[in-house]
């Protein structure tokens, strides 16, 4: 090995440890913030389903099913649901005389971060 040529090789590996550091870093907030929107996902999702459940118990309280409100916003204090909100409108129609109620549940969470929709039809 020649003189003087131990620096240039220690600077290209500091280099290259570098963009490595570099790479890893990026490949942990990538993957962090796509944990964090499945989270969201996640939580508007039940946040739908339980904004149509609430619904569903005052549309199915008469016979036929009635459309109580025709949109209802439920806003979550539960634990797992805060900053979450759901927005159900229920329409109702007839079909060979049986009458059918369509709930549709839209939901965001975490400021929007997380969004679902969920359509039920009950009768």
């Known amino acids: 090995m020649k003189a003087g040529f131990g620096l240039p090789l220690a600077v290209f590996?500091?280099?290259?440890?570098?963009?490595v550091g570099?790479?890893?870093?990026?490949?942990?907030?990538?993957?962090q913030q796509n944990y964090s929107q499945q989270v969201a996902g996640a939580r508007a999702w039940l946040a739908a389903v339980s904004g149509s459940q609430v619904v569903m118990v005052d549309?199915?309280?008469?016979?036929p099913c009635q459309c109580v409100n025709a949109t209802r916003t439920i806003s979550?204090?539960?634990d797992g649901l805060q900053n979450c909100q759901a927005v159900v409108t229920c329409n109702?129609?007839?079909v060979d005389t049986e009458?059918?109620?369509d709930l549709?549940?839209?939901?965001?969470?975490?400021?929007?971060n997380g969004s679902r929709t969920l359509e039920a039809r009950v009768r």
Not at 22 to 31: G, I, P
Request: glycine residues 4%; contains cysteine; charged residues 10%.
């Open 22 to 31: 570099v790479a890893v870093n990026r490949l942990m907030d990538s993957s």
């Open 76 to 78: 979550f204090a539960v």
């Open 59 to 63: 549309t199915l309280a008469t016979t």
């Open 92 to 94: 109702s129609f007839v």
């Open 99 to 101: 009458t059918f109620c």
């Open 104 to 112: 549709v549940s839209t939901s965001s969470c975490d400021g929007g």
């Open 13 to 19: 590996v500091v280099l290259i440890l570098a963009l």
